[in-house]
């Protein structure tokens, strides 16, 4: 449990300038004062992030996130009234007091108000909007617990506020409002459920590798363990040592985990069990292949660009 000391410590490290890991519903995330521009590009230094990824901004209500945006259209105030606080990300036309940095040096940016108790006394505490990527190095699999955190970035945070695991498991989904809204990344708030609210949205568009990113997570590869990673569909796994991760057949392997059949108790493992595997030693971490539905698209997105896929 977190006591209001540490709450009240975390606060003051991000108004100096500091970086204190926190747990979101979604993954632990990586926080520093979206206003400071030295402390954001401190989380770009730590996790090794490319200029081209920008960072999500995590705000406590519609309230502040408004002040954030320089338009806030019909559609963002039925989203954030229908899935805020949750792992929804709006992008939006960026206000000018945010620095560049923070968006990559487009004029918009991601803001969300997460559903977790602990980021939102953070971040009510600082006063101030707090820009969180994952509190992981760049590339690799995300943090569901502190113990991820310590594992991946040692001493280079300045405090992890340890809660527990996180609860949905895999990155918040992102959807773009800066014109036609536009899927720009998967998550639990699934498709449909937006659609009922705004109408239809389009896919993302393709991004150059070299290009900024409209959305953090559009990388080819991502989300990757040090363990070669192969998704499977006909149960035909490679030769050596390999931890075969398996939801309706299973197959001869070293390893075997049964994996849930049920998406969202799957993503809300996903992450936990990879990291558990990746410790292990294994020449291959080999995963079936999830279902085609929409229920899956999170799931199935995560996989694809752990294994460097982009289809």
Request: one cysteine or more.
């Amino acid at each position: 449990m977190v006591s209001g000391a540490e709450i009240e410590q975390a606060a003051a490290l991000i108004r100096s300038g500091r970086l204190v890991a926190f747990p979101t519903e979604t993954v632990y995330g990586l926080g520093a004062n979206a206003l400071d521009e030295a402390a954001v590009r401190r989380v770009f230094e730590v996790k090794g992030r490319p200029p081209t990824s920008p960072l999500i901004v995590h705000v406590d209500s519609i309230e502040m996130a408004r002040g954030l945006a320089s338009q806030w259209p019909e559609q963002a105030q039925a989203l954030g009234t229908r899935f805020w606080p949750g792992p929804l990300t709006l992008v939006l036309p960026r206000h000018p007091s945010l620095p560049a940095i923070v968006t990559a040096g487009l004029q918009t940016v991601g803001l969300r108000v997460p559903a977790h108790p602990v980021a939102l006394a953070l971040i009510r505490a600082a006063g101030v909007p707090v820009a969180a990527p994952s509190a992981n190095r760049f590339g690799c699999l995300s943090p569901t617990t502190a113990q991820h955190v310590r594992q991946s970035l040692g001493d280079a945070v300045d405090l992890i506020l340890d809660a527990g695991p996180t609860t949905v498991g895999v990155e918040s989904t992102v959807i773009s409002l800066a014109g036609k809204p536009r899927l720009l990344r998967p998550g639990m708030i699934l498709r449909e459920q937006i659609e009922q609210v705004i109408g239809p949205i389009e896919a993302a568009a393709e991004v150059g590798a070299e290009d900024p990113h409209p959305s953090p997570g559009m990388h080819a590869r991502h989300y990757s363990p040090t363990t070669p990673l192969l998704l499977v569909r006909d149960g035909r796994l490679p030769a050596g040592r390999v931890c075969y991760m398996w939801i309706r057949r299973p197959a001869p392997a070293a390893r075997l985990i049964r994996m849930p059949a049920q998406a969202a108790t799957y993503a809300a493992t996903l992450y936990s069990t990879l990291h558990m595997v990746d410790s292990e030693g294994w020449d291959y971490i080999a995963v079936e292949e999830p279902p085609h539905t929409d229920d899956w698209e999170p799931v199935l997105d995560r996989l694809r660009r752990a294994a460097g896929l982009r289809e």
